[in-house]
């Protein structure tokens, strides 16, 4: 069982955005427990296409689907009207950094790269759409660790 | 929703979601602190890598200045994102009992 919405490209959405998976969760029974992390991974990846998507079509939205799985959810990110760029390919942040050489930024696939159990982008030419999805589950081996 | 005040003895009360919507409220509140701040996060639910950022110019700001930024009752969820990006290692942090 799935649900799909679409959200206005601002941070203001954010929070229609936790009300939509708060809503889905108790809805599909899905384990409060990895609420939290999917909340942080949806702002993470919507947070970034509102920033990088100023190019993006006017009025465009972005679609967030989430599934039910066993043990959890799938959620797909899908942004329209923009350039591709795979974030699964980033680098990782240097968190060893003394405080002098850190800046704001550049920390949320970091995170979510250790948070989830998987995730993988894919680039529909015809649509010019960004498809970012992700899957976390309790049994995930993020959730040994993560919260 | 965010909610940030100054506490009894000087300690800074921050509840709610630290999500990117609210950092704009919390970064002109923490501007205004000076000197070592004890921040009490006990009831700070959920934290993003854009509060992170509130977090990193508060602190370095504080130290410029001599002083610290400290966090006090931080839950599991804050722990591991704190340790995920190495803020362990830049913010003092004691955690939730």
Redesign the interface.
Request: no cysteine; glycine share 10%; charged share 25%.
């Given at each position: 069982m799935s649900e799909s919405r679409l959200f206005r490209r601002t941070?203001?959405a954010?929070?229609e955005i936790?009300g939509f998976t708060e809503t889905f969760f108790a809805r599909q029974g899905v384990d409060r427990e990895i609420l939290?992390?999917v909340?942080?991974v949806v702002?993470?990846l919507f947070?970034n296409m509102v920033k990088y998507g100023a190019a993006a079509d006017p009025g465009s939205e972005v679609r967030i689907e989430i599934e039910a799985v066993e043990g959890g959810v799938e959620v797909l990110l899908a942004d329209s009207g923009v350039e591709p760029f795979d974030v699964t390919g980033v680098p990782d942040?240097d968190?060893?950094?003394?405080?002098?050489e850190?800046r704001?930024?550049g920390?949320?696939l970091?995170?979510i790269r250790?948070?989830v159990d998987s995730w993988d982008y894919e680039y529909v030419v015809e649509r010019r759409e960004s498809r970012i999805r992700f899957k976390k589950t309790l049994a995930g081996k993020a959730a040994q660790?993560?919260? | 929703?965010l909610a940030i005040e100054q506490g009894a003895q000087g300690v800074v009360v921050v509840k709610g979601?630290l999500?990117?919507?609210q950092c704009p409220a919390a970064q002109s509140f923490l501007d205004k602190a000076q000197g070592t701040v004890s921040l009490d996060c006990s009831g700070l639910?959920?934290i993003?890598?854009?509060g992170?950022?509130v977090l990193?110019?508060t602190?370095?700001r504080l130290?410029a200045a001599g002083g610290k930024l400290r966090l006090t009752g931080v839950n599991?969820?804050l722990q591991?994102?704190f340790q995920?990006?190495?803020f362990d290692?830049?913010l003092e942090i004691e955690p939730a009992r």
């Open positions: 941070f203001d954010l929070p936790f939290i992390t909340d942080f702002e993470e947070t942040a968190t060893g950094a003394p405080i002098e850190r704001p930024g920390l949320g970091h995170l250790r948070l660790d993560g919260p | 929703m979601r999500d990117a919507a639910e959920y993003s890598s854009a992170l950022g990193l110019k602190q370095k130290l599991r969820h591991d994102i995920y990006s190495g290692q830049i």
